[in-house]
């Protein structure tokens, strides 16, 4: 069964900083992987997935992943930080296309200083 | 008009009361789910359906139920609501190809038993 780690529950970063946040998942199949971002009160949206194409992924706000099927991750950075990314990250997987259900992490809460 | 919408968006119930949360969609998706959120605990599925006639449960299903009224229209009902109930639920959907696209959430539904 495929499963999620998130690594650091909260992480803190100054404005302009690099953003990394981790994920590692664990799958018997090819993953489609994916992260989400939740702002507070609200639901979840798509930052980027991949699918098995190209291993470095770029998604909105500036985010990319790179799936490294050799350490089983898809760590998840932005170059420079700003105040508007403070929110929650899940990471989610999906056991291949037809997958029953994203099985999600439990996600990690970034928080950007001035 | 939001693709998927969830309703209430807040309710506060007693202990023992039955309640329902409603999600809708407008976009042609056949699959529906839904999760709860618990802080530190990330999303965690409960039930999910691929079309009007299949419904599966998912994590954690005990003490509640579904009922998927039409291709659009996907409930989750509590029987008889606990305090450990009290979490943020939201419903998603997707097509059937939801290891390549993901989902859609709904604004989720903050539900308080007392």
């Known amino acids: 069964a495929q499963s999620v780690t998130q690594l650091g529950s909260h992480v803190s970063v100054s404005e302009g900083a690099l953003v990394l946040l981790r994920c590692n998942y664990s799958s018997s199949v090819p993953p489609y992987l994916f992260w989400y971002v939740q702002y507070p009160n609200q639901g979840l949206q798509l930052l980027l997935k991949?699918?098995?194409?190209?291993?470095l992924v770029k998604g909105i706000n500036g985010f990319e992943a790179e799936f490294k099927k050799s350490e089983t991750s898809f760590h998840l950075t932005k170059p420079s930080a700003h105040m508007s990314d403070a929110a929650e990250y899940f990471c989610a997987v999906s056991e291949g296309q037809a997958g029953t259900a994203l099985i999600f992490g439990k996600g990690t809460t970034l928080s950007v200083s001035s | 008009d939001a693709d998927v919408t969830q309703t209430p968006r807040n309710r506060i119930t007693k202990t023992g009361k039955r309640i329902m949360l409603e999600c809708s969609q407008t976009k042609g998706h056949d699959r529906m789910y839904w999760y709860r959120q618990d802080p530190g605990l990330g999303l965690r599925l409960i039930y999910y359906s691929f079309d009007v006639k299949d419904i599966n449960k998912g994590e954690i299903s005990d003490g509640y139920s579904v009922s998927r009224q039409a291709q659009a229209k996907f409930s989750l009902s509590l029987e008889s609501a606990i305090p450990n109930q009290t979490a943020l639920y939201f419903c998603?959907?997707?097509?059937?190809?939801?290891?390549?696209?993901?989902?859609?959430f709904g604004s989720g539904t903050r539900l308080t038993v007392v």
């Open positions: 998603a959907t997707s097509d059937s190809g939801a290891g390549v696209y993901g989902y859609t």
């Open positions: 991949y699918t098995s194409a190209a291993t």
